[in-house]
């Protein structure tokens, strides 16, 4: 036997310094899981850069040529640009640069401001600004503030005005200063301003200008510093404190003095106190309201910015005074309540995720039970598990990788793998135990055989990964964080093999005695004196049997009655309280009680005392009963030692009834008939209860369950008719032994498929190629998708009334529209929680240009349902009936953005001339929105607002010695109205804002009568100098890489993206007349999605090759891992196949899937072509030594195959938030690994044997 190596050794030889180095790991990770921030996506960076330059008074021809032409020729030149556009609007340019991905958007910044300043911009023009796109700079939280209906303080526009100032001044002040708020912005309501409106009949008497007023209240209103003087031993500060008080003093302002007689302000119009003009409307379920949007800072924990935000404002409704517990100085009757929080989403997404993987790491461990049977045994196999899992974080802590559904997901997604290296590991010391080493040579002597199998297995699931580098586009940022979190579980479990399980396994308390198997080591003889072990099989199983039956039966029965009463009364007192559901329970723990009786007996009958129930089964029962923890929807409490309990019970339950019939039949049973029945009777009406639970809580259409049926039924039948018969059941007959071979009924089964397969190689290959062929061809008819979208309960309805309509206009036509939807709210008829709605538009929002006064925001909350999307998309069906009914509407439905900001489908129309450009894309919209796969279909060149367009006579204005400039800044002062100054009213700055009355300026005719000399001694109205037309100019002008563009933007409809583009195509192609000199192309998330789509083949290719250069080098071999490779197609056509059966569209999600399956797949294959090399290095003839190695290496490949997939069937099932981006992960790796388990074990050898036939001279490793 060959000396073990020094690794081994110290594992074994130095047990506690191994323990205290794994202690120590675990214990940095503990803290820095506490010190990773929690997000809801990946931190990433969009290479958008967007410039934006007000341009007053300028149509958008005007922006086009003053401003975007300009920048654009001066920004094309920045490096690494991938794209250049621009949007011209009136008196707006924004010149968008879209950069290559991994581009250093610092750099990029940097490179752009230099070339801006470059620029050189009309005077007019104000300074442009930069600004960069980031999704995280959506509100946390929106907070509403609204008086009370009943006080009168709080109505009009002295009211609007009173809940602007409590939100600036008191609520805003004290949101601010919370750590982690970025910002507090408020929006709605109406914004204070003194008017001072001149007379123009007055200001022509006395000749004065409008700019002489504004520059005499600057003068009067100063608080200036004068320096400062020393006098004596003290040193005074000399200031001018000369500031408005009041309205009076405004008033009384001299603006010029002539022939000893004063001119003062109020001699030339009145001064009155009001707002800002209205461009914007805010209300909550229909009454007006403030809205304050809570931002964060970048590096802040979301879900503890918002907690911190909720713990200052209280409860989520009541009294400003009473909210914030006296904190604030607010006046009564004024209510601020939280009516959309993001981290709930995120919080509830995040959980889900923790419970998927906690549910995951149970089902693996159950796994491991069934499979080893041995208590200790898998108790040191499932240790692998949260050691690897707290190591994880202490890396993803240095590499600023956050907790997110991402990296989570990545953890999610190895639960089931982390425990394949150890099982390996352990399965090979017990073969050696068996073989009859000592306890210490068959831990260093089995970890030395399989180190370099375990080794080279995990390399390949890790090394997919490292292609991600490759990977351009949107998947490359938001899958970085998934695949560090899986390479770097992985190698810890790798770590935790080959160095903690050795150790635990030579400890004296995991011996055995020599030639016993794993399973006969927990068993033993059922006749006769009970062993400790089988002592705690009688125990233990019928206790988790009874847990089971208890949690299932009351579970479903409430379930049951909920979905039965279908009542929302009934539902709201079983989410409210949970003292029926408790009483839900204690039925069950009744009805429970024959069960308890039967395990009393059965502890009696074997000489143990009933003390030894009443301390397993009363902890148990106080957990069941009592619980802790967060309540979901239905008032359970889901603490994780619950949930734990939940999935023992539940599958030990499945388990016993697996396999009572035959335990009966063999007269070996530790249940009596009656107890079999019993649970039989209970197990019926837990699954039927639980059956319509599940369909009623995923509100599963006909033909999603035959498609799920079927999926299920395949896997079920071919797992458990195989796979099933092969590990028999999980309590042996007498004398059964798993070392026996093919005396075993599984062994022999499979030693009969596997010598049949390499007798007949042909129509085994046969078999596969057909597999493979079939699948290919179905692959070509699945859908695409860039992302799945994700549900968030929550949507909103941009809708645009003709442009140039104005806000009161807007507010009264869709004004109906929200009344109908509060009435529907109201009479219980609609599952919105909240309406939030914004007429006009906010000036403040930098991301938006394209919303004016005809536009409104509707943005529906929803009620938590059993059924989101459906619900979802109800509601969105039933609002766009609503907003049809009103013409010449345009509607679009956006919700909230995780990861691509374009639309999902988009046609880019290039040409030249504006109007053939509208006319093309009016055309293709109104052909577009007669197809059912294409949905908000909509232009982006329209029509402009109406506009008075002012054309200066030049020689006229030279006659009268005027300027242009001079003239037209006038007609912005009188017109628009200039800032003179502000005046302090204690805590705040209010504008003085100067211009004419509302009778000199309320039509277009008096703009035509406005004096431009007011100084002459003759005036001279505007249309003397000028000519003034009514017309009508372009919404926008678009631009891309230098040439005009009209796009057509639309949603997906019926279908897929994939869908969507196709009949996109086909329509402009068939039903358009282009002309030559004008095309288009589709654009959007398609183009996304090709890119992404191009980078993942890329990715995937390069992971196949590292796949094969990590087994050559394992190997020594150039063919040998040829032949592990064809596990690979065989795992694509599982995957194929899942996808279709469950309709489960193509996207880059899946892609991943299936990287990371490359990685998985080969590992079973690894492991049984490397013990085939060892069994012939060892001189046994070709034949024996492959049927040998797949019999031997059977049971671990099963058991790791096992392990995975339920690890990852949590997440394949899908429930909760966020689950859209999880389950297409989960379903292409679980389906691609149970095929290519299958195959392997049938296909692999069949290739090995026809290799080995081709010629012995590529085994050399084997050979030497």
Not at 252 to 281: A, H
Request: aromatic letters at 8%; proline letters at 4%.
């Amino acid at each position: 036997m060959e000396s073990p190596n020094r690794t081994p050794d110290f594992t074994t030889d130095r047990p506690v310094a191994v323990l205290m180095v794994f202690l120590a790991a675990v214990v940095f990770g503990y803290f820095s899981y506490n010190q990773l921030p929690v997000t809801l996506m990946p931190e990433m960076s969009y290479p958008t850069l967007t410039v934006r330059t007000e341009y007053p008074g300028a149509a958008p021809e005007e922006v086009e040529n003053d401003i975007s032409r300009r920048i654009e020729e001066a920004l094309g030149v920045v490096g690494g640009l991938n794209e250049i556009s621009s949007i011209s609007r009136a008196g707006v340019s924004d010149v968008i640069l879209e950069f290559v991905w991994g581009t250093s958007m610092g750099d990029a910044i940097q490179n752009t401001l230099e070339k801006l300043d470059l620029v050189r911009m009309p005077r007019e023009a104000e300074k442009p600004l930069l600004l960069h796109y980031d999704p995280s700079l959506d509100p946390v939280m929106e907070l509403s503030l609204s008086g009370s209906s009943k006080s009168i303080k709080y109505q009009g526009d002295e009211g609007l005005r009173r809940l602007r100032r409590i939100a600036e001044l008191q609520v805003k002040r004290r949101l601010e200063p919370i750590k982690g708020v970025a910002a507090a912005r408020v929006r709605g309501g109406l914004e204070e301003e003194i008017h001072v409106l001149i007379d123009e009949a007055k200001l022509q008497r006395v000749n004065l200008s409008i700019s002489q007023v504004l520059s005499r209240l600057r003068a009067e209103n100063i608080n200036a510093a004068g320096g400062r003087i020393r006098e004596g031993g003290a040193e005074y500060m000399i200031r001018t404190v000369n500031e408005y008080q009041n309205l009076d003093e405004i008033a009384d302002t001299i603006v010029f003095r002539r022939d000893g007689r004063e001119i003062r302000v109020k001699d030339l119009g009145q001064v009155v106190y009001g707002q800002q003009d209205r461009e914007m409307m805010t209300k909550t379920d229909g009454n007006e309201s403030v809205q304050i949007d809570i931002y964060k800072e970048a590096d802040a924990n979301m879900i503890q910015v918002a907690e911190d935000v909720k713990k200052l404002v209280g409860e989520t409704s009541g009294s400003v005074r009473s909210t914030l517990a006296g904190k604030l100085r607010a006046e009564e009757d004024a209510y601020l309540r939280v009516v959309a929080d993001r981290s709930i989403f995120i919080d509830n997404s995040i959980t889900e995720v923790k419970q998927t993987a906690y549910m995951g790491g149970m089902l693996a461990i159950i796994v491991l039970l069934l499979f080893l049977r041995d208590l200790r045994t898998t108790a040191i196999i499932a240790l692998s598990i949260p050691i690897s899992i707290l190591v994880t974080f202490a890396p993803l802590n240095i590499l600023d990788v956050s907790l997110n559904i991402m990296s989570l997901g990545g953890l999610a997604m190895g639960i089931g793998m982390l425990v394949d290296s150890s099982i390996v590991v352990l399965e090979s010391i017990y073969r050696c135990r068996e073989e009859g080493d000592s306890i210490r040579n068959a831990a260093i002597r089995g970890t030395k055989e399989v180190r370099g199998a375990v080794i080279a297995s995990t390399l390949t699931s890790i090394c997919v990964f490292f292609p991600m580098v490759f990977v351009e586009g949107l998947a490359g940022q938001v899958f970085s964080d998934l695949g560090l979190t899986v390479v770097t579980s992985l190698i810890a479990s790798l770590i935790v093999a080959v160095l903690f399980i050795p150790m635990l396994a030579s400890r004296s308390g995991f011996q055995l005695k020599s030639g016993a198997g794993m399973g006969s080591h927990f068993f033993g003889s059922i006749e006769g004196r009970l062993s400790m072990s089988s002592f705690w099989l009688g125990l233990i199983l019928p206790a988790v049997v009874l847990l089971g039956a208890m949690i299932g039966l009351a579970e479903g029965y409430a379930a049951w009655m909920i979905s039965a009463v279908d009542d929302p009364r009934f539902e709201k007192e079983i989410s409210d309280t949970s003292v029926t559901y408790s009483v839900l329970r204690i039925w069950a723990f009744v009805c429970a009680i024959p069960l308890i009786i039967a395990l009393a007996k059965r502890l009696h009958d074997v000489g143990m005392s009933a003390w030894w129930l009443i301390t397993i089964v009363v902890p148990l029962f106080v957990l069941f009963i009592r619980g802790d923890g967060a309540n979901n929807r239905y008032g359970e409490s889901s603490s994780n030692a619950r949930m734990l309990a939940k999935l023992w019970g539940a599958f030990s339950a499945f388990g016993k009834s697996y396999s009572g019939v035959r335990l009966f039949i063999s007269k070996q049973t530790i249940f009596s008939l009656k107890e079999i029945l019993w649970v039989s009777t209970s197990l019926y009406f837990v699954l039927r209860l639980a059956i319509s639970f599940l369909l009623e809580l995923l509100g599963l259409s006909l033909v999603w369950l035959i498609r799920a049926v079927a999926f299920i039924v395949m896997v079920i039948y071919s797992r458990i008719t195989i796979i099933g018969s092969i590990i028999g059941v999980y309590i042996p007959n007498k004398g059964s032994n798993y070392s026996k071979g093919s005396s075993d009924t599984g062994q022999g089964i499979y030693h009969s498929l596997i010598r049949w397969a390499i007798n007949s190689p042909a129509s085994m290959i046969a078999l596969a190629i057909a597999c493979f062929f079939i699948t290919y061809s179905v692959g070509r008819q699945l859908e695409t998708e860039l992302l799945p979208e994700v549900h968030q309960s929550e949507f909103t309805f941009e809708v645009a009334l003709p442009v140039g309509t104005p806000l009161d206009q807007t507010v009264k036509i869709l004004g109906q529209v929200e009344k109908k939807i509060l009435e529907s709210k109201k009479n219980g008829d609609s599952k919105i929680d909240t309406l939030l709605v914004m007429y006009g538009f906010d000036t403040s929002n930098m991301k938006r240009s394209d919303e004016g006064e005809h536009s409104a925001r509707f943005k529906v909350l929803l009620k938590e349902t059993k059924t989101p999307y459906e619900t979802e998309e109800l509601v969105i069906a039933k609002l766009r009936e609503l907003f049809d009914d009103v013409p010449d509407i345009t509607t679009r439905v956006t919700r909230p953005v995780l990861f691509s900001s374009k639309k999902p489908v988009v046609i880019q129309i290039n040409g030249e001339e504006l109007s053939e450009l509208k006319e093309y894309s009016d055309q293709s919209t109104a052909l577009l929105s007669k197809e059912s796969e294409l949905t908000d279909v909509e232009p982006t060149l329209r029509s402009g607002a109406p506009e008075v367009q002012i054309t200066y006579d030049r020689q006229q204005i030279i006659r009268h010695g005027l300027n242009i400039n001079s003239i037209a800044n006038q007609v912005r002062d009188m017109v628009k109205g200039s800032e003179a100054t502000r005046l302090n009213r204690r805590d705040r700055r209010v504008p003085i804002v100067v211009r004419l009355s509302k009778q000199d300026r309320g039509q277009v005719a008096d703009v035509g009568q406005l004096t431009v000399n007011p100084s002459g001694d003759t005036p001279i109205p505007l249309n003397a100098v000028a000519e003034l037309n009514v017309g009508e100019g372009p919404s926008e002008i678009r631009r891309i890489d230098g040439k005009r563009v009209a796009l057509v933007q639309a949603n997906i409809g019926e279908g897929s993206l994939g869908a969507a583009v196709e009949t996109a195509k086909r329509v402009l192609m068939e039903k358009v007349d282009w002309p030559g000199y004008m095309d288009f192309f589709i654009t959007g998330q398609n183009k996304e999605w090709e890119r992404s789509r191009t980078s993942l083949y890329l990715a995937l290719g390069l992971s196949l090759f590292l796949v094969y250069v990590i087994m050559a080098s394992q190997f020594e071999s150039l063919t040998q891992p040829l032949i592990i490779m064809f596990t690979i197609p065989m795992a694509f056509v599982g995957t194929v196949l899942g996808l279709e059966i469950l309709g489960i569209n193509l996207s880059v999600v899946v892609f991943l899937g299936m990287i990371m399956l490359a990685g998985i797949v080969v590992n079973n294959a690894i492991v049984l072509v490397d013990y085939a090399n060892t069994l012939r290095g060892r001189g046994i003839p070709l034949k024996d030594a492959i049927i040998q190695a797949g019999c031997v290496r059977l049971r671990p490949i099963l058991m790791t195959t096992a392990t995975t997939v339920l690890g990852l069937l949590p997440m394949a099932i899908g429930l909760g938030d966020g689950a859209e981006i999880r389950t297409p992960m989960a379903v292409a790796v679980i389906s691609g690994l149970l095929t290519s388990t299958i195959l392997t074990l049938l296909v692999i050898p069949t290739i090995y044997y026809l290799f080995a036939l081709v010629g012995e001279r590529f085994f050399q490793s084997v050979e030497e």
